[in-house]
């Protein structure tokens, strides 16, 4: 049997090569929640993150039904046809019950699909908090590492936690429907006040004219809800992914934003803080994972959640309780 280092050296060197099947099964390996492959995914990523950093990542949210991975897909042709090589991790809402995924993003990108220069990626969300797979900054570092220029992360739409996805990219794009002047009921306001760009999509057919009122309703009110601040509202545009219109005026307006948050410093600065975010993020989560797989905590957690259902202590007590209780044995 060849040594786990060797194996890791291996699949590392295929990343680095931009070889896809090797970023496929590099992927798979960083979201396998098994104790073994969590820890050669971890240096796996340790060897490969030297080589990260270089790609525009961009974000794509929106309502359920908007039409983001036609979009992504129309998007996607557009980079492909300017030479650039194209990840696409498309988080797929994962079943409450069996955990499973529908993952038919593919069928809906079948430009991306085919071409040798695109790599296209469904993972299940599997309940993870806005929509994002829990592994996805780790496929998003594997893809840059792998050179592709501009990696896409597409998301559920669903959920209340959707800006999420905000703190892992660069540029936050949200896509909206026209809904005949019925277009700011239900949105976050939230998701507003972090998308970097707005795109109405569908704007094309009878659909043109609901459109473009739409982007003008949008536009007030991000005029109003960004008024006070540096950066100013949020551009607000038209795309038909159906006749690849706006495609490429949206495109500039993403590449315009990226570089001038390079060009100023910023970039490296929220980039930073992202990683601070996602460290805690991970600190928190392996805390708590450590304190529920303790012994003393474990026989007690039971008991102390009964009394606290019942109301004969209060929730913080139940909390101190099983703090104390952790480290104990038995």
């Known amino acids: 049997m060849r040594p786990e280092g060797d194996l890791v050296e291996e699949l590392a060197t295929r990343v680095l090569a931009g070889e896809r099947r090797g970023l496929a099964q590099a992927v798979t390996l960083v979201e396998s929640t098994l104790p073994a492959h969590t820890e050669r995914a971890q240096r796996l990523l340790e060897r490969i993150l030297p080589h990260t950093g270089a790609s525009v990542r961009v974000g794509v949210t929106g309502v359920p039904g908007v039409g983001k991975?036609?979009?992504?897909?129309?998007?996607?042709?557009?980079?492909?046809?300017?030479?650039?090589?194209?990840?696409?991790?498309?988080?797929?809402?994962?079943?409450?019950?069996?955990?499973?995924?529908?993952?038919?993003?593919?069928?809906?990108?079948?430009?991306?699909?085919?071409?040798?220069?695109?790599?296209?990626?469904?993972?299940?969300?599997?309940?993870?908090?806005?929509?994002?797979?829990?592994?996805?900054r780790e496929a998003s570092l594997l893809c840059e590492a792998a050179g592709f220029d501009v990696v896409l992360i597409e998301t559920v739409g669903v959920g209340q936690s959707e800006i999420a996805v905000a703190g892992m990219v660069d540029v936050f794009l949200l896509l909206m429907l026209a809904r005949a002047g019925d277009e700011l009921q239900g949105i976050k306001r939230g998701i507003l006040e972090l998308a970097d760009l707005v795109a109405i999509t569908k704007a094309d057919g009878d659909n043109a004219p609901h459109a473009e009122n739409a982007r003008l309703l949008f536009s007030q009110a991000l005029a109003l809800?960004?008024?006070?601040?540096?950066?100013?509202?949020?551009?607000?545009?038209?795309?038909?992914?159906?006749?690849?219109?706006?495609?490429?005026?949206?495109?500039?307006?993403?590449?315009?934003?990226?570089?001038?948050?390079?060009?100023?410093?910023?970039?490296?600065?929220?980039?930073?803080?992202?990683?601070?975010?996602?460290?805690?993020?991970?600190?928190?989560?392996?805390?708590?994972?450590?304190?529920?797989?303790?012994?003393?905590?474990?026989?007690?957690?039971?008991?102390?959640?009964?009394?606290?259902?019942?109301?004969?202590?209060?929730?913080?007590?139940?909390?101190?309780?099983?703090?104390?209780?952790?480290?104990?044995?038995?």
């Open 69 to 136: 991975s036609t979009f992504v897909d129309a998007l996607g042709a557009h980079l492909l046809s300017l030479g650039k090589r194209v990840a696409v991790l498309a988080i797929d809402p994962s079943s409450s019950v069996s955990g499973g995924s529908i993952l038919g993003d593919k069928t809906r990108m079948p430009r991306l699909a085919i071409s040798e220069r695109a790599f296209v990626r469904p993972s299940p969300s599997s309940g993870a908090l806005g929509g994002v797979a829990r592994s996805t």
């Open 225 to 330: 809800l960004h008024g006070n601040t540096d950066a100013g509202a949020p551009p607000v545009v038209t795309v038909s992914a159906l006749e690849s219109r706006g495609i490429e005026p949206l495109w500039q307006l993403i590449q315009q934003r990226h570089d001038a948050l390079r060009d100023s410093g910023a970039l490296a600065r929220k980039r930073s803080s992202q990683r601070h975010t996602w460290f805690l993020e991970v600190l928190e989560n392996a805390v708590r994972a450590r304190f529920f797989a303790d012994r003393a905590v474990s026989a007690h957690l039971a008991e102390v959640s009964a009394q606290v259902a019942r109301a004969e202590i209060t929730p913080e007590e139940g909390a101190r309780r099983l703090l104390e209780l952790q480290g104990r044995q038995g």
